[in-house]
């Protein structure tokens, strides 16, 4: 029978429906729609209450009734007990997840809250083991922390499980599977067991793994939703934590590089208030910590104030930078103690907006005084502090600019101390440069408010003398210094006449540029020292020609050797008692192709200056030795030759090399060589020059000074150096038998010398009158044009030949 089929009924006229019995039974079908609407009836009958159950009696069978209300009562209890369990997972999906958070609000970081978060886990689950464990960089996962399980074990089934794990990360939804009794045994945990990979996902990415371990059918595993919700939960979690980290890790680099930044930091807000510094800072500024920390801006800008030189001007710049708060600055500071910051500030700007400023102080002491210092030696000499040739030239430009606008003179002086070597090489270089130092210091004090002097050279300085009327104005200044340079001085310990020599040019009539005034002053120099030092000299143009045709020379003598146009002439020694010719002076000559013969006092002074002296002289010595051991070999006597060494070969270190190898070359005995010296050249390396001679006497050689009593004539350095000879220079010679002062000069030159065992040779004997006086007075030998000029080797040859086999007394003075 059907349960949900009315009975037949009709309607009385009072509208109320009769119940009636059934007549027959129905199909099927219609039975199972009968019993649904019975159920349905249950159900809303259960639900809605009694009244519209007296309907339903009104109207079906009390079977048909009860049956309905059977099952609808077991549907509904059914229904009940589901909603009921899903409002508790939905409780669960928000309970636990919050349980996570509470517990992990308080984790000081990401390990530690995953070894709070994980017992939890496991008792909100029901279960014995869980780990998290977070993905690497190289798409790999590490072990963070384990409950329930070693560290150790739980690597072993992430390392077993590593496709699983992957493949759950990818899809982000939780998976959960039966672990083989292998696997479980392998990771420690004996047993099949349920493995739930639950991903722990932020807002923006995900992080590892939680994976919870349970019995086969146990736990709240299979609810996906409560395992999502769990993960993100503990995902947020440990996000924010690595989030803090990350921060703190930032902020401590930060702090730590700001505390070890060179650079003292001051930020503050808007209104000027102190919000944040480091220790540099207060270390810089020597302001008290708790001064800063305590936000006190009014003493920490005391402390300030109080150290710089200009405190005004420091508040005026604040308050210019707080009236333009876009405005950059760099600037520096200058403190009362000599020190130095560098100054920037520059706008704080959150989100685009200014929000305050940023100060930074840099100390730069040492940077300035190196500054300083590099200024100091790019523009000044190191030695005298005087300017330098770059400064020099710098104030002759700006001053010819200013003589141009003005129409006005400038002088310039070039100025080089005569024979400073001859310092350096007595007392050293540190004696030199003390002298330097001397001389430096007098120049400045000699010239007026205005002027320049400026050290370029060694030896070398130069003068700016704007505003000058007249050229003689600068004479008169080059005066007065050559007057107070001259005075004798004392440079440790030894006294010296230092004399200099100076060279004028003058704006515009001598140049219209500093080059061309440097120029030219440098030649009237030049022209000073040929004039015998001690002088000055105002620039001409014939100077310039004169300097034109000394290059000139100059070039063509550097040639000379290599041509063969230079050669010896010999000039006989006679001994003055037996007339007899001892040996000869060799002089040296030059044949120039063009000029003709040069005279020795035009080239040599140039050889000098050059140092082609020194091959020149190597070249003299080997020729004269060659030529004397040929006379040897011709028989014309125990004929010696003299040879002149100049005051640069006796300072090169190789003369005695020299002389040994022109020696060896001629095949000459020593003893048949002279060399013959000048004062000058004695006295320049007292130390030098008494070594060197030592060497030369020992090799057997005779020494003589030349031109004597023309120079120092010290009877010191005739007693200290090893010479054997002295030659009485021309120029006593020449007025002896007129002059009384020279007869007494020459008289006590050989008196001296023959008390000290030396040999005297009388220079430029020309008359008998002279030759008879040093007869009277027993001068040993003598030379000159009496006897015989300078002549070429073959003619000196017959002069010898000639009188050889003489006796004394019928020796003529003349020969030929």
Known sequence: MSFFKPHSSHITKAGRAKPVVPTSPTDPLEEVRTLKRWVAIGVYTAILGTEPFYFFVLHYSWPQLLSGLVVGMII?????????NQIFKLRKRSAYPNRLLQELSQAPGMTAAAQRALPVINDLFGVGASFVALSRKDGGLHVLAASGLSEEEAGRLVNGEGENARQMLDEGTPLAFVLPADVTS?????????????????????LGVLAIISKERGGDLGDVELLRAVGTALGLSMENLRDKEELAETASLLSTTLDSTADGILVVGRNGRIESFNAKFADMWGIPRSVLESRDDGKALDFVLNQLKDPDEFAVKV???????????????????????????????????????????????????????????????????????????????????????????????????????????????????????????EFAEAIREGDTVARVGGDEFTFILPGIEHAEDAAVVAERILRRIRQPRTVAGQEFHVTTSIGISVFPKDGSDADALMRNADTAMYRAKERGRDNCQVFTPAMKASLMETLALENDLSHALEREELFLLYQPVVHLASGRVLGAEALLRWQHPKRGLVQPDEFIPLAEQTGLIVPIGEWVLKVACAQAKAWHQMRLGPQWVSVNVSARQMEQPGLVAAVAGALAEGGLSPANLHLELTEGAVMRQMEPVVSTLSQLREMGLGLCVDDFGTGYSSLGYLKRFPIDTIKIDRSFIHNVTTDQNDAAIVTTVVTMARSLNLRVVAEGVETDAQLGFLREIDCDEFQGFLVSPAVRPDEFEALVRQRQGLSAETIPVRFG
């Open 319 to 441: 308050k210019e930078l707080y009236a333009q708060p876009e405005a950059e600055s760099r600037d520096n500071l200058h403190f009362n103690d000599g020190r130095v910051f560098e100054r920037f500030s520059q706008p704080r700007r959150l989100l685009g907006e200014i929000v305050g400023r940023v100060w930074s102080f840099r100390e730069i002491t040492e940077r300035m005084k190196a500054e300083e210092t590099i200024r100091q030696l790019a523009y000044h000499d190191v030695l005298t502090g005087l300017p330098n040739r770059v400064q020099f030239e710098e104030r002759l430009r700006i001053d010819l600019a200013q003589a141009r606008r003005s129409r006005q003179k400038v002088a310039v002086m070039f100025l080089d101390l005569d024979r400073f070597k001859a310092v350096n090489d007595t007392v050293g270089h540190a004696g030199g440069d003390q002298l330097l130092k001397q001389v430096a210091s």
């Open 76 to 84: 509904a209890f059914t229904a009940i007990e589901g909603a009921f």
């Open 186 to 206: 392998r990771a420690g945990t004996p047993g099949r067991k349920r493995l739930a990979l639950v991903p722990i996902t932020s807002m923006t990415r995900s």
